[in-house]
Nanobody, 111 residues
């Protein structure tokens, strides 16, 4: 059974940083591309970033230069380092494996 468990969200002031984690199990983590997606209040899912099995990242324009995706294939964990956070980054963030997602972690950027 595929299991994705996100953590690391919280309340942060504009300009602050957070690091999200996603613990994965139930599949061969190191063989799959993984993504982060987010859902802002009242809106649909938006793609944030992806990383291939070999570690090549890609980013949405809205987060490029501020967010860094990474993975630890030995620990079966996906990360998202979020810097220079803006109020518009407020959303529930989900770890995503080909449409399979965890319960999400809430990120709120507010002063």
């Amino acid at each position: 059974e595929v299991r994705l468990v996100e953590s690391g969200g919280g309340l942060v002031q504009p300009g602050g940083s957070l690091r999200l984690s996603c613990a994965a199990s139930g599949f061969t983590f190191g063989s799959d591309s993984m993504s982060w997606v987010r859902q802002a209040p009242g809106k649909g899912l938006d793609w944030v970033s992806s990383i291939g099995p070999g570690g090549v990242p890609s980013y949405a324009n809205s987060v490029k230069g501020r967010f860094i995706i990474s993975r630890d294939n030995l620990q079966n964990t996906l990360y998202l380092q979020m810097n220079s956070l803006k109020p518009e980054d407020t959303a529930v963030y989900y770890c995503d494996r080909y449409g399979q997602r965890g319960q999400g972690t809430q990120v709120t950027v507010s002063s």
